[in-house]
């Protein structure tokens, strides 16, 4: 996994949390419960450099573990930092000496997948790959998808209210979440692990869990509604003149009778085509016009041929529109899994032009055209080499972007982050849409955030953990 984000500390062999407290823990977890030799040697820190630099890692194995290692925490003040698989990009996972990591690796069972219900219940540690697999075995889908399948836990998706490919469809991760079980810095453990939609049982406690990064408790299991899976799928990737028709297009597609549209990933070209090129593909972009924003669609049906003829049907239709000027049909799973990469594999463009400022806001689809051009604008008017690179969920208005000259220029950061998040709240958008705050976006929070909110999750925060011991420093 490259890792993308700065070390938080620098010196990541250093531990201060005192030896009895360690003695304790041992005693607790028994072995192979507590790690804290090499850990930054030995353990893939994930995204964000600094994850292991607490250097000490609890691995519970049971809901009982979790609460005795909390209510130790608790008691002798050691501040705790919940880590899933360290996908998240936002620095909710970072840690620092005197921390404890309290890892979910070892609660990673699928307690009980019912066909039936189309319902799941998780141990948070499960990845979104391993439930995937499972769902798929019983005809049955997650309904949240993201490139980082195969590493992201359901406890980290929750914490962070992911996202994704899907979110359009069946919503974020909150969307999916039928009930909770956590420890609360408390060490008291909050069971509220209900299997239907319907509970209105007083305050929906477990909602502040959700999104919540870690900051609020730990989660522990989870169940789920699980989604349908449609297993014929069609995949095209079209050139459309520019955001407004790629939406057109999206709607298009949306309102379809037949298949349903399972994805929709626009890609602005400087985007699409170094990407392309760092992965040797550029051959699967060169039918499009040289300045087409590219969208990736997906639809799903009874058969491959069914979705197939569907979007043969429909984009042709587009085309005669003006929506898209030209498409090309993944003949076979390769070929899917090559326009795929294009999408998911966005490192490469990082790779290429280094040094950049990461973003990840919302727009509203009809404000799309007007907010991408006139980033672009800006951008050039900072300095004329600058690269937007723009990408992201269309279906529900979630952009990623990387700002960047390819040299460092801390000097331009204000000046970026204003560029960005021009006209978004204006639009009814958002500067943080969805991988959460964490680290590098309270400050964004302190000084974008409405006041009475703010006002309202630090009292929040304060009576669910009043000794700040829950993942400190992260969200607020
Ligand atoms: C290639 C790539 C693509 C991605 N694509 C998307 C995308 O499309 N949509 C999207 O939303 N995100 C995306 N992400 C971000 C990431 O996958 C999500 O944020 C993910 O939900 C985090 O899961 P994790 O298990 O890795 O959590 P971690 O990174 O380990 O932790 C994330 C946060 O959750 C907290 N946490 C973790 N487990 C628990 C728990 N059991 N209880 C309480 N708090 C906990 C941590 O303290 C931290 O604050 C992507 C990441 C990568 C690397």
Redesign the pocket.
Known sequence: MIARHPAINPDPTMHAIADDSLDALRKLLGPGGLRSDDVAGTLDP??TTGNLDAGVVAFPATVEEMRDIVRLCSARGIPM?????????AG??ASSPGQLIVS?ARLNRILDLDPLAGTAVVE?GVTLGQLQQAAAEHGLSVGID???RD???I???V??N????EAFRHGTTRQRVLGLQAVLPSGEVLDDLKRVTKANEGYDIKQLLIGA??TL???TAIALSLVPLQPGQGTALVACPGAAEAVALFRRLRNAPGPDLLAAEILWPDFARITAHGLGLDALVAFAPQESVFLLVEVAGDSAEQAAEHLEIHLAGAIEAGEAQDAVLAKNAEERRRMWLIR?ESWEADKAWPHGFWYDVSVPQGALDGYARALFARAGELDPAMKVFLFGHLGDGNMHLTVTTGREMPELHDAVDAAVFAGLAECGGSFSA???I?LEKRAHLARRGDPAKLALMRTIKQALDPLGIM?PG?VI
């Open positions: 994930g995204i930092v919940p880590q899933g698989g360290r996908t998240g990009l909710g996972a979910t948070p993201l490139a980082a590493s992201a836990t406890g980290g998706m914490s962070t992911a996202g994704g490919i990064e870690g408790g730990i989660i998911e969805e991988h959460g964490g993942n992260k």
